[in-house]
């Protein structure tokens, strides 16, 4: 399987560890309307803990509108809280509700990775960096303010 890079499991790190469960961090952006991102917690997968991430743009401000969602499997074998590279997330799915698109790349039965569609979770891995590296630029998470 694909994993993300050093770079990116450090901001996808700075990322989980800002956001609380059932918290959101809106990222003002100066081309287009807000990025919203919400964490959650899919069912858990025994070679590690499953998380998810939604991208949304704010269409008005009473209706949030979630335009896409990644989920990761987070695999921390850490030593000490620095040392990324011992930290190993693969993307495993990935839905636009926009679009009606849901690919999933990875099955998992009673906890257990059964199969992976390596063309897919290649894609969703270059996806997540794509998407990693706006929200970098943009001044996730060193900016954004949490709502």
């Known amino acids: 399987m694909k994993k993300l890079t050093n770079r990116s499991t450090k901001l996808f790190v700075q990322y989980i560890e800002r956001v ?5 961090i809106e990222i003002p952006l100066p081309d287009r309307p ?25 269409h008005n401000w009473e209706k949030k509108t979630y335009e896409y969602q990644m989920e990761f499997i987070v695999i921390d074998k850490r030593t000490h ?14 839905r636009d509700d926009i679009n009606r698109v849901t690919e999933s790349s ?13 063309k897919f979770q290649k894609n969703q891995a270059a996806q997540a960096e794509q998407w990693l590296n706006e929200l970098a630029i943009s001044g996730y998470p060193g900016k954004a303010p949490v709502k």
Not at 106 to 118: A, K, Y
Request: net charge neutral; with cysteine.
């Open 106 to 118: 990875c099955l998992i039965i009673n906890g257990t990775v059964e199969e992976v569609l390596s």
């Open 34 to 58: 807000a990025l919203l991102i919400k964490r959650g917690i899919p069912a858990r997968c025994d070679e590690g803990q499953g998380y998810f991430l939604s991208i949304g743009l704010i």
């Open 20 to 24: 609380k469960d059932d918290r959101e």
């Open 81 to 94: 809280p620095k040392k990324y590279n011992q930290l190993i997330i693969y993307p495993i799915s990935f």
